[in-house]
Nanobody
């Protein structure tokens, strides 16, 4: 089993940057593909980015492409989401998720484990 703990959220002005981290417990982190999702008030949870278990392949949602970057450090059992050029519409609770698979997954139903979420608020 994997436990995930996100950190790094906060309040930032539009155009600013944040880096989210997701620390995983367990010695098999490198066996898991990882993803970031977000959920704004009154909206469904949506895919943001995902990364294969090796880190060699990534995928980003069109809405964040060119602004956000997912990465991972398997030695540190951590996955990151670097968020630049933030916009008010990026405001949401951000969740990291894990699935025991080689390749990244794009839908929330494919993931087995979830963190508790971290709030990101972007002011205009």
């Amino acid at each position: 089993q994997v436990q995930l703990v996100e950190s790094g959220g906060g309040l930032v002005q539009a155009g600013g940057s944040l880096r989210l981290s997701c620390a995983a417990t367990g010695r098999t982190f490198s066996s898991y593909a990882m993803g970031w999702f977000r959920q704004a008030p009154g909206k469904e949870r949506e895919f943001v980015a995902a990364i294969s278990r090796s880190g060699g392949t990534t995928r980003h949602a069109d809405s964040v492409k060119g602004r956000f970057t997912i990465s991972r450090d398997n030695a540190k059992n951590t996955v990151y989401l670097q968020m630049n050029s933030l916009k008010p519409e990026d405001t949401a609770v951000y969740y990291c998720a894990a699935v025991r698979a080689s390749y990244y997954q794009l839908t929330s139903l494919d993931y087995e484990y979830w963190g508790q979420g971290t709030q990101v608020t972007v002011s205009a």
